[in-house]
């Protein structure tokens, strides 16, 4: 083990690729510090909790030592240990809320592998590539047992602690962690509708649509190189190239993901649309729980949606 009891495990958010990472899609993502989980033995008030010994905690544990053969955690797994903690009254405060699309279970299944596997990859140190693959394969075994299939990019932010672009399906590129801009006009904000969303069946009702040839057309022709150009855009600080492509994402999610878009923020996401002041975007699987936003005046936006709540991310 490398990490202590107590160590925090920042939530994250996927900024591009939501979806068409399926179909082999370039993503981005990063961590988010206001959100977190961390292992305790005493409950903290502030968080919500969502894990502890009345609920998944237990349950999970065993999950882990039933599949320990298939997860391949190559070095021990200390599941007496982690029972006896379990048994001790080990919760895991976080104040992710479920089901938001931050990575809940994200941060539980790094705090897990950074507490409780002997010799993990340090995250503090020079990692290869293929430290990253094998991680990222790790994490989508454990992280399976709550969404039913997982690409374990979610676990790989929480755990990491650092920018990640996914390229072409399979490559893994650390990124530099983003400078702060707090005199940038531009601004990556959070709405949070209120809601919460399934993902399991989205993701079913995504694969489904993907039988479509047609749609399937539309994903591989139009929303993967878009993704592609917004990603390049964004990293480059292109806030020219960046908009128009954040219109197009957000033009493309409303005519063909309706169902993603929850009927309450609709019209919010429409009007967006309309005036080009920001536009709206899934954060992970969306259904519920919180919507990216992209505009070039957070202030003017905070006049345009008054209904629901709005967490500035980033200025750049």
Same mark, same amino acid.
């Given at each position: ?117 002997? /010799? ?60 702060? /801009? ?21 993701? /079913? ?31 480059? /600080? ?79």
């Amino acid at each position: 083990m490398i990490n202590k009891l107590g160590t925090k495990f920042y939530s994250k958010i996927l900024l591009f690729g939501e979806y068409a990472l399926m179909f082999g899609s370039d993503a981005l993502s990063i961590p988010y510090t206001e959100l977190y989980g961390y292992f305790s033995f005493e409950k903290d008030e502030s968080t919500l909790t969502g894990f502890d010994l009345d609920t998944h905690l237990g349950k999970y544990a065993g999950f882990l030592r039933k599949h320990s053969e298939k997860i391949n955690f190559e070095t021990p797994f200390l599941f007496d240990q982690l029972d006896k903690d379990i048994a001790n009254g080990l919760i895991f405060n976080s104040n992710i809320p479920l089901r938001y699309g931050l990575g809940s279970s994200g941060a539980l299944v790094a705090a897990l592998y950074g507490n409780y596997v002997q /010799n993990p990859v340090n995250p503090s140190q020079k990692i290869t590539n293929r430290q990253l693959s094998k991680l990222k394969t790790l994490f989508a075994e454990m992280e399976s047992y709550f969404h039913g299939k997982s690409s374990g990019l979610d676990p790989l932010i929480c755990y990491l602690q650092r920018p990640v672009l996914f390229e072409n399906g399979s490559r893994i590129k650390l990124i530099e962690p983003f400078k702060k /801009n707090t005199s940038g006009q531009n601004a990556l904000f959070l709405l949070d509708t209120g809601t919460t969303g399934e993902t399991q069946p989205l993701v /079913n009702y995504f694969t489904e649509k993907c039988r479509s040839d047609d749609f399937l057309n539309q994903i591989k022709s139009e929303l993967i190189p878009i993704n592609k150009q917004a990603i390049e855009a964004f990293l480059q /600080n292109n806030a020219n190239d960046l908009f128009p492509h954040l219109k197009e994402i957000s033009t493309f999610t409303q005519k063909y993901l309706k169902p993603m878009i929850p009927e309450a923020i609709r019209d919010v996401w429409q009007k967006g649309l309309e005036s080009n002041h920001y536009y709206l975007k899934l954060c992970g699987s969306g259904g519920g729980g919180m919507m990216l936003g992209f505009t070039t005046n957070f202030e003017r936006v905070k006049t345009d949606i008054k209904n629901f709540p709005l967490h500035l991310v980033q200025q750049f």
